[in-house]
C-alpha cells in the first residue's frame, strides 16, 4: 500500500499507482449480512426489536398468524407451527402441510426450543404465556425474537389500518416488502367493492356468539371482530365491552335485541349445537334473531386479525343483506 511522501513523484508514475491502490477497496464486495431494508427497527406491543437480517427459522402458534405468513410466500422460513383453530385455506394447504406441526395446541418449552427458532410468531397473548416459559422475555433470553399480532397488544383498537400494519410490518422482517404491498393493494380492493354495494344499507344490530352457557362469550368493540362486523352492513350491540372477546349476560343479550346472531364456528361444539342451545332458551324467545331464526356463521379465522378478514367482511355482508 502507498503512503503519501513529500518527495514529488512524475504525475504519469503517480496515477498508475494511486489507481493500482484503490482499486482493490473499489471492488469489495458487499457484506452478505447486510441484506437490503436492513437492520429494520419495529415496535410491537411494547417490545422494540432490531432485525439486522431476515429471521430464517420461525415458529408461529396460532392459525391466522400462520396464514400471514402464508399469504406472503414465507413457508420456507418456517421451521414449525402451532394451534389451529379451524380449517386452513385451501389456498395455503399444500404450503402448510410442507411445515412442521410441533403441538395440536400450544408447544412446551421444551418442544418450542427444540425446533431451534430464531422468530416466534404468536396469533393470541396466551401463546407468550410466561408460566408455561414461553414468554417474551424468556424467548429473548434464549436469542429469540418474538411478534403478537397486533389485536392482542395491551391496548388499542383493531382496525383494517392495523391489519394492513401487521401484514407489512411482517412483510419487511423477513425481507419481502413488495409481497406486503401486493396484498394490502388487493385487500383494498375487495373490500371497497363490498363498501360499494352496500351504500346507503341501513346497519342491522348484530349479536356474536362464540361460546358460553351461563354466560355468553362474545365479540367486544376493540378486537378486528367489531369492525368486520361494521363493514358487513352490521351494529355490534356488545361494542361497548372494553376488549376483543369478553363475557356479557344474556339479560343483556335479551335486552339489547339483536337482529341478526353471527355464530362463531370452531372447536368441538358445532355450529347447530349452539344454535340448538340459543333457540331453546326460553329466556331468548323474544329476541328478534330468535324470534326470526336469523343466523350467519363465521369460522373463527375470519373474525380475528389476519389475512382472512377482507374476503370475510364480503362473506358476512351476504349474510346480513342477501338482498345485496
Known amino acids: 500500500m502507498l503512503t503519501r511522501r513529500r518527495s514529488p513523484l512524475p504525475a504519469l508514475v503517480l496515477l498508475p499507482l494511486l489507481a493500482a491502490c484503490s482499486a482493490p477497496a473499489a471492488q469489495q464486495p458487499p457484506d452478505p449480512k447486510a441484506a437490503p431494508g436492513f437492520p429494520y427497527t419495529v415496535a410491537n406491543c411494547g417490545v422494540q426489536t432490531t432485525y439486522q437480517a431476515p429471521p430464517r427459522r420461525a415458529v408461529t402458534m396460532n392459525q391466522h398468524v400462520t396464514e400471514v405468513m402464508l399469504a406472503l ?48 410468531y404468536g396469533g393470541y397473548a396466551s401463546a407468550f404465556d410466561a408460566k408455561a416459559g414461553r414468554g417474551r422475555d424468556d424467548l429473548k433470553a434464549a436469542g429469540i425474537s418474538t411478534r403478537l399480532n397486533t389485536e392482542y397488544c395491551p391496548s388499542g383498537a383493531s382496525s383494517l389500518t392495523d391489519l394492513y400494519r401487521e401484514v407489512d410490518e411482517v412483510a419487511r422482517t423477513f425481507g419481502v416488502p413488495e409481497r406486503g404491498r401486493k396484498w394490502t393493494a388487493e385487500a383494498r380492493k375487495t373490500v371497497a367493492a363490498t363498501e360499494r354495494r352496500l351504500k346507503d344499507v341501513p346497519p342491522v344490530s348484530v349479536f356474536v356468539y362464540d361460546s358460553g352457557d351461563k354466560t355468553a362469550f362474545t365479540a367486544g368493540g376493540t378486537g378486528i371482530g367489531n369492525e368486520l362486523i361494521t363493514r358487513a352492513g352490521g351494529r355490534n350491540v356488545f361494542a361497548d365491552l372494553a376488549k376483543p372477546f369478553g363475557d356479557a349476560t344474556w339479560e343483556q343479550v335479551v335486552a339489547r335485541r339483536p337482529d341478526v346472531i353471527v355464530i362463531y364456528d370452531y372447536g368441538s361444539t358445532t355450529v347447530e349445537q349452539k344454535k340448538k342451545r340459543l333457540l331453546e332458551d326460553p329466556a331468548l324467545r323474544d329476541v328478534p334473531a330468535i324470534r326470526n331464526q336469523r343466523f350467519a356463521v363465521m369460522p373463527l379465522s375470519d373474525t380475528v386479525l389476519g389475512v382472512r378478514v377482507p374476503a370475510a367482511v364480503d362473506k358476512l355482508a351476504a349474510q346480513l343483506h342477501p338482498d345485496r
Open 73 to 120: 410466500g414465507l413457508e420456507k422460513s418456517l421451521v414449525g407451527t402451532a394451534y389451529l383453530d379451524d380449517r386452513v385455506l385451501p389456498a395455503y394447504k399444500k404450503a402448510y402441510d410442507s411445515v412442521p406441526v410441533l403441538a395440536k395446541e400450544y408447544p412446551s418449552k421444551e418442544a418450542l426450543l427444540a425446533a431451534g427458532p430464531d422468530f416466534v
